[in-house]
Nanobody, 121 residues
Framework: QVQLVESGGGLVQPGGSLRLSCAAS????????MGWYRQAPGKQRELVAT???????NYADSVKGRFTISRDNAKNTVYLQMNSLKPEDTAVYYC???????????????WGQGTLVTVSS
């Protein structure tokens, strides 16, 4: 079975930086797209950034120029470097993997458990 495990959340002051990591565990053959979504209190989950296995990126307008997504395919890991953080970036950040081929089967969409990022002075 494939699982996504996130790490790297925490409390940071406005203007600060954090780096999130998400590793996919299991016998994985390929992952088409990995990405990050976030959900702030009282709001719907929204896309932050995605990265395909052909290096196509997609960013929410609100994070362009501040966040950078990257992945290590050999480790089945995706990262989110977040710079110039703002209080409105406060949310639970969820890792996502789409179209996963693994020894245990094929998975359309997988989610991590979420990691909390709080931007506050």
């Amino acid at each position: 079975q494939v699982q996504l495990v996130e790490s790297g959340g925490g409390l940071v002051q406005p203007g600060g930086s954090l780096r999130l990591s998400c590793a996919a565990s299991g016998s994985i053959f390929s992952i088409n797209t990995m990405g990050w979504y976030r959900q702030a209190p009282g709001k719907q989950r929204e896309l932050v950034a995605t990265l395909t296995n052909s290096d196509t990126t997609n960013y929410a307008d609100s994070v362009k120029g501040r966040f950078t997504i990257s992945r290590d395919n050999a480790k089945n890991t995706v990262y989110l470097q977040m710079n110039s953080l703002k209080p409105e970036d406060t949310a639970v950040y969820y890792c996502n993997a789409d179209r996963v081929r693994a020894g245990s089967g094929w998975y359309g969409r997988l989610w991590g458990q979420g990691t909390l990022v709080t931007v506050s002075s």
